[in-house]
């Protein structure tokens, strides 16, 4: 076996299909529509041959990859022009119950058994069916929940109360290493950095795994040790 000429059929096939999954969108497997996980399935038995035997050209492969990333773009887009085309193709939003009801007709039209949707529900924190006003099975199989209003927690707006911007979490040492460019967002330097390190006994960077600074400027440690002051909050 040439291992060479295996070697390059590898990188360049994989490289292609990175090339074409990037421009036509990225998205987790989970949330593939059944066309779209249809043909993922299709080039992975595409390029799997074209990998598995090097006898065979590797232009046709070439070609097949780029016919259907192809069609698979060209059907996206004219799914979302025609909602009627669309429906052939993907089941569509479903809606399984309402106000706390199972809709049988449509449960069996997405092949749902009761047990099914009940392990859905418990996933979304739902144990009673009856705080359900809509549950929706989604075209990639994911179930959306909308509870009763009566179920649905108070929150601050709903109680006129003001609230503070949270933020995100910064983060500025990762494995090691120190991202200079996020202390410098947050007007912070190595030096601050490393003394603050060093209250917590920490000389060497390198043991640190993870280590963030919330909206509050407080700095979150991670060792990635298994003691009991594996993570620390510095004030």
């Not at 295996?6 to 593939?32: A, N, P």
């Not at 004219?78 to 809606?95: A, Q």
């Not at 609230?163 to 910064?170: A, F, M, P």
């Not at 917590?200 to 280590?211: E, M, P």
Request: glycine share 6%; charged share 25%.
């Amino acid at each position: 076996m040439d291992y060479s000429k295996l070697t390059f059929r590898i990188v360049s096939v994989m490289g292609l299909l990175l090339f074409l999954v990037l421009i036509t969108g990225r998205r987790k497997i989970s949330e593939l529509p059944v066309f779209d996980f249809l043909t993922m399935v299709v080039l992975g038995n595409v390029v799997g041959a074209d990998i598995a035997d090097p006898k065979i050209p590797q232009l046709p492969t070439a070609y097949a990859v780029l016919l259907i990333i192809g069609i698979q773009y060209y059907i996206s887009k004219y799914i979302i022009k025609n909602r009627k085309f669309g429906k052939l193709l993907t089941f569509g939003p479903t809606v399984i119950i309402q106000n706390g009801e199972f809709i049988k007709e449509n449960m069996k039209r997405v092949r749902y058994s009761i047990e099914n949707v009940l392990m859905l529900l418990r996933e979304k924190e739902v144990f009673d069916i009856n705080e359900v006003e809509f549950a929706i099975i989604e075209d990639n199989g994911a179930l959306s929940v909308l509870k009763k209003s009566q179920y649905i927690p108070l929150t601050p707006n709903q109680m006129s109360m003001r609230t503070k911007h949270r933020g995100i979490n910064v983060p500025v040492i990762k494995e090691g290493n120190i991202f200079e460019d996020n202390l410098q967002l947050l007007n912070l330097n190595r030096f601050w950095l490393e003394k603050e390190l060093a209250k917590n006994n920490i000389s060497d960077i390198n043991k640190v795994l993870y280590a963030d600074i919330n909206p509050d400027g407080k700095l979150y440690i991670s060792k990635g040790e298994n003691t009991d002051d594996f993570t620390k909050v510095i004030q």
